[in-house]
């Protein structure tokens, strides 16, 4: 009994003391736009994306994100924008964050409407700035300068 124990704290030290990881996706649709979604918990827009599944690499992520929170497929991923890891980058828990670009298709949908409530494509000079939830606003600002980010 002991042993399953000290086996339960080590697991639970785990998964409580070591960041979450998981991806944005910063989706241009054919006509250069750029796919936000609107949070459900929070109410900002935000890039699509959210935590890494267990047995997930990053690829298959972002395409079960993206299909899941927009409704759209992935084309093709263009390049890696950055990856973030400012303990403060996310109000609710210490996550890295590995940004893509990536274009895509289809019809927008919001699939998970627990999570996300609207859905709508930007020009770039239209997205709110300085409005976007958690640190997307430096991820969209590292995107446009054409950095490739480690923070």
């Known amino acids: 009994m002991l ?5 339960l704290q080590t697991a639970l030290g ?14 241009v649709l054919p006509d250069g736009r750029i796919v936000l979604v609107q ?3 929070n109410g900002r827009w935000s890039l699509p994306g959210g935590i890494i599944d267990w047995g997930e690499d990053i690829i298959t992520s972002v395409k079960r994100e993206l299909t ?3 409704g759209l497929k992935l084309i093709k991923i263009n390049r890696l924008v950055g990856v973030y890891s400012d303990p ?3 109000p609710r828990f210490h996550s890295i964050c590995v940004v ?3 274009n895509v298709e289809g019809e927008m949908q919001v699939e998970d409407t627990l999570e ?3 859905i709508q494509a930007f020009s770039p000079l239209e997205i709110p700035k300085g409005e976007l939830s958690h640190d997307h606003d430096r991820q969209l600002q590292d995107y446009f300068s054409g950095s490739t980010v480690l923070a």
Do not use: C, K, Y
């Open 3 to 7: 042993q399953l124990w000290r086996f």
């Open 14 to 27: 785990v998964i409580f003391r070591h960041p979450i990881t998981g991806t944005s996706i910063i989706p």
């Open 39 to 41: 949070r459900r918990d």
């Open 68 to 70: 899941e929170e927009t």
């Open 88 to 90: 403060q980058r996310d």
């Open 100 to 102: 893509i670009e990536a």
């Open 116 to 118: 996300i409530m609207n």
